[in-house]
């Protein structure tokens, strides 16, 4: 068995304003033609030392009725998605920092800092979320707007937390998530521990749109959001480093 490694590095935060080829502003396309987009009007957006710093005090964007439209306050998507290799590995890792504002005690899903691979071909999601005083490891396929998740056996539409406190609180902590598609399997790790492994993923993820984002996650209620009650946060990231390994059979 032969491997090919490939490495990238995400970061090129300084273009972040323009709409560049690494970083656009994220959102989804809505049945009215219209377009929801995570901007939060007052974010001020700093970029210095190769890292990102972003600040939304208070968190101010809402949706009435569509889940992840109401989580979503302020986000950025990389610009093109990254292909997961048909057989091999793909893995992500980076650093952030998250200091909320005013968010309820210990209530991770008030407001935190996030990374999340968005696979828009299947649904899929793979996140981190950093709050106050706990962290949290998401594995989910979500009915995105406008996605065609695959059909399956299995449960077709999840969404499983794994909240944990063991980490550097309010500081920067290493994060990485990496996706074995020859053997449907999603490891998560946290300052260089395993923290989490999902076997059996019941489809195949092709591809990741990364999107660094400021949000909440608080049940929609008949009468519409409950996230927002003046509460904000700090977000911060360094580049990321992915890493794509390919194996190839020997043929004769």
Known sequence: MKKHQKEIELGN???????????KIGGFPLPDGSFHEFREPE???I????ELYVRVNPFTKSHPSVQFLDNAKHMYYSSEPIKVPEDGTISFQWKMRSRPIGTQPNDLYDGFVSVNLLDFTTGAALDFFAGNDQYAS???ILPFPGVQVPETKKTR????FKEEKSFNKR?????????????????????????????????????FTVALGLMTEKDLSPEGSTSLHGQG??????????????EYKNRL
């Open 43 to 45: 974010a001020v957006v």
């Open 171 to 207: 500081e920067w902590n290493e994060y990485q998530i990496t996706y074995n598609r020859t053997a449907d399997e999603v490891v998560f790790a946290v300052n260089g521990e395993v923290v989490r492994t999902e076997n059996d993923v019941p489809i195949k993820f092709n591809e």
């Open 13 to 23: 935060f300084h273009t972040i304003l323009s709409e560049s080829n690494t970083w």
């Open 233 to 246: 946060i700090i977000g911060e990231w360094t580049p990321m480093k992915v890493k794509i390994e390919n």
């Open 47 to 50: 970029v210095r030392n190769d």
């Open 157 to 160: 539409y999840f969404c499983i």
């Open 138 to 140: 998401v594995y989910a």
